[in-house]
């Protein structure tokens, strides 16, 4: 039972330094902060949280957030572009260029699967973000939809 609790906090610590949703708007991606340095810099009155923690415990923490680079979860993004029309190929490349360029920080996929080409942006792990991501850019883009994907941790 002990073990069970150790691990509960573990995966706990882990959500709270790493698991933070990301929120894109304005063109900026708010990145997440650590959640061990936040706590050992010093507040505005000169206070400082000292945490004493086994090193093992940093090396999990390290290990976790490297397994989950590569990780997808459920989650939403806004697709851009769809079409399967003799030009589409190219067509998708020019309007993930123009969308990289506009929304710097924000991820862009273009995908194929027969027989339309795809290009699809962010990675929002609610609705109500990918909504306001769709608000932001449907001047630039206005066929632009919510689609639910598989989407990278690597943000989070």
């Known amino acids: 039972m002990k ?14 330094s790493h698991g933070q949703e990301i929120v ?4 900026t991606v708010v990145v997440v902060r650590n959640i061990f340095e936040d706590l050992s810099e010093r507040g505005p009155a000169g206070n400082r949280v ?5 090193f093992s415990l940093e090396q999990m923490l390290a290990r976790h957030r490297e397994f989950s680079i590569h990780k997808k979860t459920p ?8 079409d399967n029309r003799q030009e589409a190929r190219n067509r998708s490349s020019e309007v993930e260029s123009r969308f990289t ?11 194929y699967a027969y027989p339309y080409f795809k290009v699809t942006v962010g990675d929002f792990r609610s609705r109500s973000a ?5 608000k932001k850019i449907e001047s630039d883009f206005p066929s632009a939809f919510i689609v639910r994907e598989n989407i990278n941790l690597h943000s989070f």
């Open 24 to 27: 894109q708007q304005d063109s």
């Open 101 to 111: 360029e506009s929304y710097p920080g924000v991820p862009a996929y273009r995908t």
């Open 50 to 54: 000292t945490i004493s923690q086994p």
């Open 130 to 134: 990918a909504m306001m991501f769709l």
């Open 3 to 16: 073990r069970f609790f150790s691990v509960l906090i573990l995966f706990a610590v882990a959500a709270v």
């Open 75 to 82: 989650g939403f993004r806004v697709r851009i572009y769809f």
